[in-house]
Structures are given as C-alpha cells and as structure tokens.
C-alpha cells in the first residue's frame, strides 16, 4: 500500500510539474497572440484607409470619348470660357468666372498677389481639379473631352519645386523610355547641361536623392530639359524662376524664345525681368482677370493693378 500510494505521489508530482512548464510557456504564446492581434488590428485600419482612398474619394473621369490627331495641338491655342472653380464646397472660388483667349505663338506672363488664383490656372488647365462652370478649349478642343492621360502627355509644366525622381538622368528626361540617346544629349545641349551630366558619368549617372548632385538652377534646366524632350506646344512655368540664380534664369528664358517646338509659354513670374519681353500680361485678382494687355501698356497706366504691383515692389 504504501508503496502504491507514493508512485502515485511520484507520477502526479511529474504532471504537476509537466503542468507548470506548459503554462509557463502559454503564457508567452498568449503574449504573442495579444500583440499579432493588435497589430493585425492597426494594420487593417491602414487597409481600411487606402481602400477608401481609392475608392470612396471622388476623382476625375480618367477616360475621355474624344480622340485627336497624333499632333494635337498642332497651333497652341487656349481659351477659357466662364471658368469657374472650387476647391471645396463652401470655399470662395478660386476662380470666378475667367475669360480669356491665348493666340499661338504668344509668351503670356501671369502675375497677381499671393491667393489671386495664379497657380489655379494650371490645375485647371492640367485637370487637377474639375471645373465647377465652364470650359477650357485647347486648339478649340474641350479638355473634359479628353482622358487625363492624353491631356497632361500633350502639355509641358516646369514646376516651381524642381522634382527629380531617384535614378539615373537618363529615366528623369525620358521615364517612359520613348527618345534616344541622341534625342536627349540634344536637349541636355540646348539647356547648357551636357558637360554638367557628362562629369557625373553621363545619362546612366545616378542623380541622387531629389537630384541632390545638381545644383537648384541645374534641377530647373533639367526639368526644362525633360519639357523639351515631349515637343509639347503649349509650356506651362509655375514660379519657376522664383527661386534661381539671374544666370539660371537668363538660360530659361533664352530657351523659351528659340525653342521652335514651343508655341505657346505661359508664366507664372516673381521677377519682373522675366515677364518684359512677354507679349502680353495677364493680371490676376481676387480669383478674376484683372486686366491684359502688354507690359508697356500696363506699365504706363497708373491705374493698373500691375502698376501698383511693380511700384510695390511684388515684382
């Protein structure tokens, strides 16, 4: 008896003991279990979020039914016809009822106060945001006609933050791999880059982070190196020479006047020097067309908004 009864003793004493080891290490599993549960959870909420991103969100209509000619726009030709629009609902408009007409081969300089609704000109040319009223006709073609990406290949912008991607020169001019190597050196000449590019090892030479082994001037010619390598007609600058050196800049507007491909550079100016030899002027105020006309007509009324502008010395 008293030998049965201390095997019995011995046996539960080692299942106690087997017991405690597996609860020791449970607890650990249950630990691990908690902490892949919550961060399962946060992780989800992350999904929930790019799922309403992109698809909740409203967006523009990517697709457009009209077709054009491989060449459009051949002319250069804009016009906007009662252009409204908001970025918000709520919000003042940005712009409030635009009118005016660009004429191939015209260089317009767009200049107005902080919020008078320059830079929203290009987004609604680009289609960044969708009119509210109106049109925009680009050689007399309706641009909500179009899809966004026939649009936008047809234009060319420099903006005012000069982006770079991360790669070699090579994908920053052509990232759609479409010219040659000839076609690119070509441009990198007329931009006065070719020697710059050909010291860091040519178009395969990695241009850093954001273009970090070119200089702030030298990032604006490549981007308008990158412009001129699409033969797009119609040349949008954002500020673009706010930021420059005046030698950087004289190079840019040098390009601009004997570039055949380019018939029509809009510019949004911070310099007065850069929008002189404009052919016209176009004021903006308060989200409307304060005037147009040419820089010496302008000049010479004192009644002008670009008048009081210059004299104020905003430009």
């Not at 080891?21 to 650990?28: D, F, N, P, R, V």
């Not at 969708?130 to 050689?139: A, M, N």
């Not at 000069?162 to 190597?181: I, K």
């Amino acid at each position: 008896m008293d030998n049965r009864t201390s095997a019995f003793h011995r046996s539960h004493t080692g299942l106690v003991g087997l017991a405690l080891s597996y609860a020791l290490s449970i607890t650990g599993i249950l630990s691990g279990l908690i902490s892949s549960f919550t961060n399962t959870e946060a992780m989800m909420v992350s999904v929930e979020r790019a799922e309403e991103y992109s698809t909740a969100l409203p967006s523009e209509p990517a697709q457009g039914s009209l077709q054009v000619e491989d060449d459009w726009p051949s002319k250069g030709h804009i016009e906007f016809r009662d252009v409204v629009l908001c970025y918000r609902p709520g919000l003042p408009n940005a712009l409030d009822g635009i009118n005016f007409s660009v004429s191939p081969g015209e260089k317009i300089g767009i200049v107005g106060r902080t919020g008078s609704g320059k830079s929203s000109l290009f987004l609604a040319l680009f289609r960044m945001m969708e009119l509210k009223e109106g049109s925009i006709l680009i050689d007399h073609v309706p641009s909500w006609q179009l899809s966004l990406e026939l649009l936008r290949s047809r234009l060319a912008i420099i903006p005012q933050d000069a982006f770079l991607f991360s790669g070699s020169v090579r994908v920053n001019l052509d990232p759609l791999a479409h010219h040659s190597d000839t076609e690119m050196l070509d441009v990198l000449e007329q931009c006065h880059l070719h020697e710059v590019v050909r010291r860091i090892g040519g178009l395969d030479a990695d241009v850093g982070d954001r273009g970090k082994k070119f200089s702030l001037g030298q990032r604006q010619l490549l981007c308008l190196a990158r412009a001129l390598l699409t033969h797009a007609k119609v040349l949008c600058i954002d500020e673009a020479t706010a930021s420059v050196d005046h030698r950087t800049d004289a190079l840019l507007q040098k390009q601009y006047g004997r570039d055949s491909d380019i018939a029509l550079v809009l510019t949004i100016a911070h310099r007065l020097n850069t929008i002189l030899d404009s052919d016209r002027v176009l004021v903006m105020h308060a989200g409307k067309v304060a005037e147009m006309d040419t820089p010496e007509n302008l000049s010479n009324r004192k009644d002008s908004h670009f008048y009081r502008l210059v004299h104020s010395g905003q430009l």
